[in-house]
């Protein structure tokens, strides 16, 4: 299959419509999609994806918006096709960086959007508009947007009939075809097949399920295995699943009222959603259904039912924190049935796993599992894009929504549905898609990748970040800590602090590598470090020398040990003038020849013993720069817990211990651990 097509390359200067898809592409996740032609930008959808194992401290993934700010007096419009985190969640962060005119969407999305963008102080940067089904907008004078109802997991959502200067899309957004759906809002299949009728240039479609042959199971089939496990039940009824799944949601209240049991909910989000469902009419059920989860547990067990988030196994959610016995007003019961309605997202399956297994260690009944059928997915199947490609009969074909191997399966569904492997292209986030009335091929690519948030939401984890906290969790932390007069002499020796690292080498083989990188930068980088103003100082470049040291031995340890640990290296200034310490007796000179320009040669530097001051205790927040800062010469005009400014984060306040006695050659000092001290 063919990925681009020359054959149908345009060769005259028609204008050409450009779709950019940013995120959603080979992942599954932070679905986001640009419509472009001319000067004008629409938006589809701004979603989040969920970090990875190895995105420490990551709360949110979100796609790289970098072409949408440098466009951003274009952007005219954002079309939301429903409520799903991964469709919207992302907007009130993208609001921070750039505005967007207007954002149209249905009621149920648009509602919980109101609520984040408030959460986030954006309000101001949009203006929301809901709609209907079969209604009809307009965003700049290129983009005509009707909202088609499709069925999906989540109430009000929509496929997008988008007629452009160059013909018609349809943009199906997430979809299933349910023709028993649970609040009877239908398919709109009739509004499809007018489209298809009429002539389809393109035809983007959800890939999420295309590995998976035939229909996906209407959602109403998944009603009497609940209903069993709610009438087995003698105990408390637990179930977690996705908040936003409102049609799942609604019949779990119908079963509660029907066993008679009250309900208590946990978790934020399913609060949230099911007072803004309950509020739209989405959810119908008496408020005396509901009682305060303080409150709840003086009812008889047989009584009540527990909803709540955590189903993805999410480390902060309700279920996960119960399963750790954290908790504060819910424990598991021996007697309880705790039932999983959700399967989990890709990703997700060990903390979903190791979630399961911590609750059936409390002695609680889990249910859960495909072979229990109490789950359903909201995406279409293999038939379910036939269904689709047979009602749209588009001429052109781009799946979307979906990972690379269920990509180039939709596109066989689609080949076996008789559209050419030439008229379809498989693309990745920020491909370039042009279409003309004729021709479809793929244009220059604009940026696209992912920035990735912190658990504040506000804060981004750049990619430097993100390899220190990968190297600490992998191969711990060293701390270097050093003295280094404004005149370029090594004052006094380093000390050198492990965390986290396995090594064979000991402490004293570290601190002689370190002073060897030391006096290396010293002797070779000081120059290019040092800058005389005229001053009665030179004028230093502190994080440079630290720079220096840090990656020096850090390209040490790699050669000698095999191991990349972050390190840290706080250098403490000294007064020019301040005595020299020589070295270790029996360091190794350093075999490395000078650079051009270097200062001067080490090689012929003698190494001397001086008597070391004794120990010295750095407070502060660095707590493992734990060290001696200075010679017995260097400390002996040193005041007691004397504040020094260190080229570090902090500063470190030091505190000088009186000399101790010499002990007799027959003893041994016995060294407190760290952990005592």
Not at 27 to 43: A, H, Q, R, S
Not at 311 to 329: D, M, V, W, Y
Not at 616 to 634: D, F, K, L, P
């Amino acid at each position: 299959m063919s990925s681009s097509n020359s054959k149908n390359s345009p060769t005259n200067k028609q204008p050409a419509l450009r779709v950019i898809p940013l995120g959603g592409l080979h992942e599954i996740g932070k679905n986001t999609c640009v419509f472009e032609y001319g000067d004008e930008l629409m938006l589809v959808d701004a979603g989040l994806a969920f970090p990875s194992d190895g995105m420490h401290g990551v709360n949110v993934v979100l796609p790289d918006t970098s072409y949408l700010r440098e466009n951003q007096k274009r952007i005219r419009g954002m079309i939301v096709t429903h409520g799903h985190e991964d469709h919207i969640g992302g907007i009130p962060h993208h609001l921070k960086n750039f505005s967007i005119p207007v954002i149209y969407g249905p009621r149920l999305a648009m509602s919980m959007l109101q609520g984040k963008m408030e959460e986030a102080a954006v309000t101001d940067r949009t203006i929301i508009q809901t709609v209907s089904p079969r209604d009809v907008v307009k965003v700049g004078q290129h983009f005509q947007v009707e909202f088609i109802r499709n069925t999906h997991s989540i109430a009000d959502s929509f496929s997008l009939a988008i007629t452009t200067p160059v013909g018609v899309v349809i943009f199906t957004g997430d979809f299933k075809f349910d023709h028993t759906p649970v609040d009877g809002e239908y398919f709109d299949i009739q509004r499809m097949a007018h489209y298809g009728e009429q002539g389809v240039l393109c035809l983007f479609s959800d890939s999420t399920n295309a590995e998976v042959p035939g229909f996906t199971p209407p959602e109403r089939s998944v009603f009497p295995n609940l209903d069993r496990h709610f009438a087995n039940s003698d105990g408390r009824v637990i179930v977690t699943t996705f908040a936003s799944s409102v049609h799942r949601v609604s019949m779990i209240l119908e079963l509660a009222m029907k066993h008679g049991r009250k309900v208590g909910l946990l978790g934020r989000s399913m609060l949230n959603v099911i007072a803004k469902a309950r509020e739209l009419g989405y959810i119908r059920c008496p408020d005396e259904l509901f009682v305060p989860i303080k409150q709840i547990r003086d009812l008889p067990d047989r009584e009540t039912l527990l909803l709540m988030t955590g189903s993805q196994g999410e480390p902060l959610a309700a279920l996960s924190r119960i399963s750790r016995g954290e908790h504060p007003q819910v424990q598991v019961k021996p007697t309880d049935t705790i039932i999983f309605s959700a399967s989990p997202i890709p990703g997700n399956t060990i903390s979903v796993v190791n979630t399961i297994d911590r609750l059936m260690m409390m002695g609680a009944k889990v249910v859960y599992g495909k072979g229990e059928g109490i789950h359903v997915s909201g995406h279409g199947c293999q038939e379910d894009h036939k269904l689709m490609l047979a009602l749209t009969r588009p001429k052109f074909f781009v799946p979307v929504h979906g990972e690379h191997r269920m990509l180039v399966c939709h596109s066989r569904t689609a080949q076996s549905m008789g559209i050419p492997a030439d008229n379809m292209l498989i693309i990745d986030n920020g491909d370039v898609v042009e279409l003309t009335p004729t021709t479809i091929h793929k244009g220059v690519p604009v940026k696209a990748g992912i920035e990735l948030l912190d658990a504040s939401r506000n804060g981004i984890v750049d990619n430097r970040v993100l390899k220190e906290r990968q190297q600490l969790a992998e191969d711990g932390v060293i701390t270097l800590l050093t003295v280094i007069s404004t005149d370029g002499v090594m004052g006094a020796p380093p000390r050198v602090n492990l965390r986290g690292v396995v090594t064979t080498a000991d402490a004293r083989r570290l601190s002689v590598w370190a002073e060897r990188e030391i006096g290396w930068v010293l002797d070779n980088r000081w120059n290019q470090l040092a800058r005389n103003t005229g001053g009665t100082a030179p004028e230093v470049d502190w994080v440079g020398v630290q720079r220096e040291i840090e990656v020096g031995l850090q390209r040490r340890l790699r050669r000698e040990l095999q191991v990349e640990p972050l390190i840290i290296c706080l250098v403490q200034p000294a007064p020019a003038g301040t005595p020299a310490y020589k070295g270790r007796a029996d360091a190794e000179p350093d075999s490395r020849p000078a650079p051009r320009g270097g200062r001067r040669e080490s090689s012929g530097r003698e190494p001397v013993i001086r008597n070391h001051a004794a120990p010295q205790r750095v407070v502060g927040t660095v707590a493992v720069a734990v060290a001696a800062m200075a010679t017995a010469s260097a400390t002996a005009t040193m005041p007691v817990a004397t504040k020094i400014p260190v080229s570090a984060p902090v500063d470190q306040v030091v505190e000088t211990k009186p000399e101790e006695p010499e002990m007799p050659a027959n003893r041994v000092r016995r060294r407190r651990s760290t952990a005592a001290s």
